[in-house]
């Protein structure tokens, strides 16, 4: 229903554009606003705005029952369901930087408290913190096995369980991770490189960026996605260490999501999202927002059981208000 509401409305701006060019007189703004939303690539609607958080959205995640967690720069971890915020979690002292939805159901959240914090949402309890980095933890990921990782400034990978351990190899600031599903750690850095693990020695090393690695993606087939500061986003047969494309933006791509359907959503500090055909770097669409995009979560192609019927939730960082919100995206 809803995507005969889109073509519709679609339908009608073409036929409005023509009947201009036809018959004249052009209306100048009315053109402009047209010509604008084909340049912007508006084929979808923002059907949710939540907008809590008192600075930056660093995060987002989808819980097993539909909610939407989040965690800000504002020191919050916070839960959302029907478009409003129903926990707020506390106990971090620094600004939080990334999430992890655990197979128990938990949430993980880490911080440049140097921490990772586990919390039972249920109670809003902080069951554990982890300590262990000595600078900023700027993601985490989570092993087939359930196990936990984190990276940080510290120039090291640890993984949290039963066996403790912090992963080998030359890395510099590790800014983001990927898991893949037999297990396969990789990691991005401030050594603009990629890093492989298959066990828990260093395997390979995909070399190609020229800067900062900000944003991992494991694709279908194996393959792997990594953005950049340089403009880019690399797709990576890993097996080979080979680089199949890149694909641009204009400024540096802090996002990458792989969408249910396997393509590759990246958002730009340009604000621009855009969704690619990983199999051979096709540009599927291209979004523009009013405000940066700094976090993008992907829902399954289902009906949440929040209500929340959508396909991505993006964070944005409104600079007139000050203030973080979350939209979910159709």
Request: glycine share 8%; hydrophobic share 40%.
């Amino acid at each position: 229903m809803e995507e005969d509401k889109r073509m519709s409305f679609k339908q009608q701006r073409n036929a409005r554009l023509a009947n201009y060019l036809r018959h004249g007189p052009v209306p100048v703004q009315d053109v402009c606003n047209i010509i604008s939303a084909y340049a912007n690539g508006l084929e979808g609607t923002c059907t949710h705005v939540m907008a809590n958080h008192t600075a930056w959205v660093t995060a987002l995640g989808v819980l097993p029952d539909g909610k939407i967690i989040s965690t800000s720069s504002d020191f919050k971890v916070r839960v959302w369901a029907d478009g409003a915020c129903v926990k707020t979690l506390s106990g971090h002292t620094q600004y939080l930087t990334g999430l992890v939805v655990l197979p128990s159901g938990h949430v993980a959240s880490c911080s440049r408290d140097k921490t990772v914090r586990v919390w039972d949402l249920t109670t809003g309890v902080c069951l554990q913190t982890l300590v262990g980095h000595v600078l900023d933890v700027n993601a985490l990921a989570v092993l087939p096995n359930g196990d936990l990782v984190s990276a940080s400034d510290d120039n090291t990978v640890r993984v949290w369980g039963d066996n403790p351990r912090v992963l080998e190899g030359p890395i510099l600031h590790v800014l983001c991770l990927a898991v893949f599903p037999d297990g396969k750690i990789t990691a991005g850095a401030g050594d603009a490189l990629v890093h492989v693990w298959d066990t828990d020695t260093e395997s390979s090393v995909l070399v190609g960026h020229t800067l900062d690695v900000r944003a991992l993606a494991v694709l279908p087939n194996g393959r792997l996605a990594s953005s950049s500061d340089d403009q880019t986003v690399r797709v990576w047969e890993v097996a080979t260490s080979a680089c199949l494309f890149m694909l641009d933006h204009q400024y540096g791509v802090i996002h990458l999501v792989t969408l249910p359907d396997g393509t590759l959503a990246s958002s730009s500090f340009d604000n621009r999202l855009k969704i690619w055909d990983p199999a051979d770097g096709t540009l599927i669409s291209s979004f523009h927002h009013a405000f940066s995009i700094t976090a993008m979560v992907a829902f399954p192609k289902r009906e949440l059981a929040t209500g929340v019927c959508g396909d991505l939730a993006i964070g944005v960082h409104d600079m007139k208000n000050l203030q973080g919100k979350i939209c979910v995206w159709e």
